[in-house]
């Protein structure tokens, strides 16, 4: 059963960079079939998906979020990684990652989800 | 404000049905069957419980259903039970400047 699991710092500081990384387990990250995404939820609020990845480097970013956002892919650990770059408080939420399983509209349709992680930006 | 517009609040008794509306625009509901829908207890991570309108994934009981018609998609829980209690989102594929945009999500409280 392929399970996934975000890992990164709870807490970073304003105009800092926020990075995290998603391990993917039971299934490979290359596998032609899927887009690897993230997204986010402020606390008390919605969803917001950040950007979608393929296992050759493809991407496709959020345009509210592009100018600030960096999605890279390891496949050697299995791995899938975000850059969010001169964060605020806004930036503060749940940041969860997800396997994205229509690869002709990315983001579309996340099938497995990890458990998301809190990310607050605060000094 | 969310692209998609859904009620803030449903909700029903146990073993009755309740819709949740999902209404978009011609850019993305109305011209796409690319929309899906999440369930999301308290404290969980959301959970695809419908995709491309009206499939379910497996696993996901056949009392979720799913729909469109025209710039309005709906999600129909049928013989409703207490753990359907969540957060319900709605998301669509969209031909503007981003490829998919949520729903603000509907809270489902079962009474």
């Known amino acids: ?123 | 404000q969310s692209a998609l517009t859904q009620p803030p609040s449903v909700s029903g008794s146990p073993g009755q049905s309740v819709t949740i509306s999902c209404t978009g625009t011609s850019t993305d509901v109305g011209s796409y069957n690319r929309v899906s829908w999440y369930q999301q207890p308290p404290g969980t991570a959301p959970k695809l419980i419908i995709y491309d309108v009206g499939n379910r994934p497996s696993g996901v009981p056949d009392r979720f259903s799913g729909s469109k018609s025209a710039n309005t998609a709906s999600l129909t829980i049928s013989g409703l039970q207490a753990e359907d209690e969540a957060d319900y989102y709605c998301s669509s594929y969209t031909s503007t400047s981003t490829p998919v945009v949520f729903g603000g999500g509907t809270k489902l409280t079962v009474l």
């Not at chain 1, 399970?3 to 500081?13: A, D, F, I, N, R």
Request: glycine share 10%; with cysteine.
């Open chain 1, 1 to 123: 059963q392929l399970q996934m699991q975000e890992s990164g710092p709870g807490l970073v500081k304003p105009s800092e960079t926020l990075s995290l990384t998603c391990t993917v387990s039971g299934g490979s990250i290359s596998s032609p079939s899927y887009y690897w995404g993230w997204i986010r939820q402020p606390p008390g609020r919605g969803l917001e998906w950040i950007g979608s990845i393929y296992y050759s480097g493809s991407t496709y970013y959020n345009p509210s979020l592009k100018s600030r956002v960096t999605i890279s892919v390891d496949t050697y650990r299995n791995q899938f990684s975000l850059k969010l770059a001169s964060v605020t408080a806004a930036d503060t939420a749940v940041y969860y990652c997800a396997r994205d399983e229509d690869i002709a509209a990315p983001g579309t349709a996340l099938d497995l989800w990890g458990r998301g992680t809190l990310v607050t930006v605060s000094s």
